[in-house]
């Protein structure tokens, strides 16, 4: 009985190891491509001969269609599968970044971007809800925390591999090749569909109504679109995500600039210190996926990472550090950061009433793209009137911001 139950155990393992492995090589892709035209934005503002604030537009275009568009991808996952969703996205974000590489004028790479976007508006909605249908619950904290660690693992991979090939070939062979990166992806997630199918409402036949998840239950139908819409628990998780993301974009977008600009930074040293970020926030997420399964008080543990990780990063506003110094800040602000996420993305998935995943995580993740979105145009404008301190300070206060919005998650674990 016992040899039976450790190999159905370890089959299962397998099972969530693959299912997890697929989806966060689909989110690395997404984070890779997203920072993309971050290290390229000096060549690209040379070669185009416009400002910090129209490179800005470029991602403010982006995350517009990513925003609107994740709420209408995640009733598309509910409704059709993630799986197809998730192919498709991979495929068009991929594609449309590789023909910027291509186009001969700026305002040729604004509709692309809108179409990046879109591509990018599946991967949230479609990734957790692939990871809490098909993945154990004993394991989700650290399915979502390998989620997130790969998404930055993307991030910190960006500004290193488009950067050197953009300074050794220029900056249109960077996004040439980290788009073609996307495609490879594209093929491998393909390949292993069979592990990352969801059927939706729309394939579901009738007499399917008892089929089970990962949880032993029947999968019952969506739930209503409004009426998880108007969940306090959700809009407030909206908010966090606002918050939390135009703070992570400022940092991760134009902390490069400000530092050379305004603090005299080597640009070397500079990319350093936005890996450092990244870096330490997949080491923050690696703890945290650990907490997130084993402690039930997964507010608390959002709001203190919050508090520290805002504390941090005021700290940096300071002109007079040393640059080792504002590297250990940076990258200890980003672990503080990544403690928080796994227990954000469980709060969220408590949040879900059943069958409505998709909703859920599309609802509440663009939040993401919409606080990404309004980076651009404030820490752009900063950057135009050489107020680089202020890039590091709105960005506490951001943080500081989203403490109360997970106040909110206390008392509201519902299913």
Not at 91 to 106: Q, R
Not at 190 to 217: H, M, Q, Y
Not at 291 to 314: K, P, Q
Not at 376 to 388: C, E, I
Request: hydrophobic letters at 55%.
């Amino acid at each position: 009985m016992s040899i039976a139950s450790s190999a159905g155990k370890a089959a299962g393992s397998r099972r969530d190891i693959r299912i997890i492995g697929t989806v966060a090589s689909a989110h690395f892709t997404s984070h890779i491509l997203q920072l993309a035209l971050a290290p390229l934005f000096p060549m690209m503002r040379d070669a185009f001969n416009v400002s910090f604030v129209d490179l800005g537009l470029i991602l403010t275009c982006f995350y517009l269609t990513s925003g609107l568009g994740q709420v209408a991808a995640g009733v598309l996952v509910d409704r059709f599968g993630a799986h197809r969703l998730l192919i498709a996205g991979i495929t068009l974000h991929s594609a449309s970044v590789a023909l910027m590489g291509l186009m001969p004028n700026y305002y040729m790479l604004l509709p692309l971007a809108l179409l990046a976007g879109i591509g990018n508006s599946v991967y949230h909605p479609a990734d957790l809800s692939i990871l809490s249908h098909r993945v154990r619950p004993e394991r989700l904290g650290r399915a979502f925390a390998a989620h997130v660690i790969a998404g930055n693992i993307g991030f910190g991979a960006s500004p290193i591999f488009v950067g050197a090939i953009g300074v050794m070939w220029g900056w249109r062979a960077g996004l040439i090749a980290v788009g073609l990166l996307g495609l490879v992806i594209s093929a491998w997630v393909i390949l292993n569909r069979a592990a990352i199918t969801t059927e939706g409402s729309a394939r579901r036949k009738p007499a399917a109504s008892d089929k089970v998840s990962a949880t032993g239950k029947p999968e019952p139908a969506p739930a209503h679109f409004w009426h998880i819409i108007l969940m306090p628990v959700v809009l407030l998780a909206f908010l966090f995500f606002v918050l939390s993301a135009f703070a992570g974009a400022g940092i991760q977008n134009f902390a490069i600039s400000a530092l050379t600009e305004g603090y005299g930074m080597a640009l070397a040293l500079a990319t350093v210190t936005v890996a450092g970020y990244q870096a330490g926030t997949a080491g923050g997420v690696m703890l945290g996926g650990v907490l997130a399964d084993r402690s039930n008080r997964h507010h608390v543990i959002a709001m203190a990472g919050l508090a520290v990780s805002a504390a941090l990063i005021f700290l940096v506003a300071h002109q007079g550090l040393h640059p080792v110094a504002i590297i250990a800040l940076i990258a200890a602000s980003g672990f503080a950061s990544g403690v928080t996420m796994p227990s954000r993305d469980v709060l969220v998935r408590r949040a879900a009433p059943a069958g409505g995943f998709g909703k859920v995580f599309g609802i509440v993740y663009s939040g993401f793209d919409i606080g990404s979105l309004v980076a651009p145009v404030v820490f752009g404008s900063l950057l135009d009137h050489h107020l680089s301190p202020l890039v590091f300070v709105v960005c506490g206060i951001a943080l500081v911001l989203g403490i109360p919005t997970v106040m909110g998650f206390r008392g509201k674990h519902h299913h």
